[in-house]
């Protein structure tokens, strides 16, 4: 009987540890690689050209790190024009209620969170978090801006997603090669990167099959 209780105790502390590691499942960080050619001309150097990083902070809070790596001459502009097309965006199944940029090459006031969706040329369905820079402060080689995002309501997994058409982001690269060529290159489904938190959170599931296992043997 005694054993039979330390080995219920075991099952129950493990249960325990599950359920409160559950609810910070989402702290792994989200990377993004935007590394297809949609349309157009290739981009200089190798893909990806772009990365996104989605880091969860709080309930309903995260930080969104931009890195270009694209190579010059290429750069990142957008809703600069009459066009209004984008230079980067994503879509995100919640919605925001605040954005701002904390370092970085920051993109122009016309950029942030549209419900509606933004202007991405030849790329079909919405992309609804958008980024645009001006002529004097394109997004290029070596650049990276750190947001500060605010949902409108507590996260219950990755708000980065992919849109009815199966694309997470897209960008318009223009200044390619000696012609001045430009191309849209988008990024397919998104993969949260697993951390040792994660990898915790399965051993402790593994430990509580095993051990209902012994307990039903007894």
């Not at 230079?87 to 701002?100: D, E, M, V």
């Amino acid at each position: 009987m005694d054993k039979k209780r330390r080995i219920f105790g075991l099952i129950s502390a493990a249960a325990l540890a599950l359920f409160v590691q559950a609810g910070a499942v989402f702290a792994s960080p989200v990377t993004i690689n935007v590394d297809q050619v949609f349309t157009g001309a290739t981009p200089d150097g190798s893909p990806p050209w772009l990365m996104a990083t989605f880091n969860q902070t709080g309930s309903n809070t995260g930080t969104l790190t931009l890195t270009s790596k694209l190579t010059s001459p290429d750069f990142l502009q957008g809703l600069n024009s009459s066009s209004g097309t984008v230079g980067w965006a994503f879509f995100l199944n919640q919605s925001l209620s605040a954005i701002s940029c904390s370092s970085g090459t920051c993109a122009n006031g016309n950029s942030g969170f549209n419900a509606g969706g933004f202007n991405t040329g030849p790329v079909g369905d919405i992309f609804n978090l958008g980024f645009g820079w001006g002529p004097q402060g394109r997004f290029e080689a070596g650049n990276s801006a750190v947001y500060a995002l605010t949902f409108a309501d507590a996260l219950s997994g990755n708000p980065f997603v992919t849109n009815g058409d199966g694309w997470s982001s897209v960008a318009h690269v223009q200044g390619i090669g000696t012609n001045d060529d430009s191309g849209w290159i988008v990024s397919g489904p998104v993969h949260p990167v697993p951390e040792p938190m994660n990898l915790g959170l399965f051993g402790l599931g593994a430990l509580l099959v095993g051990l209902t296992a012994i307990l039903r043997r007894h």
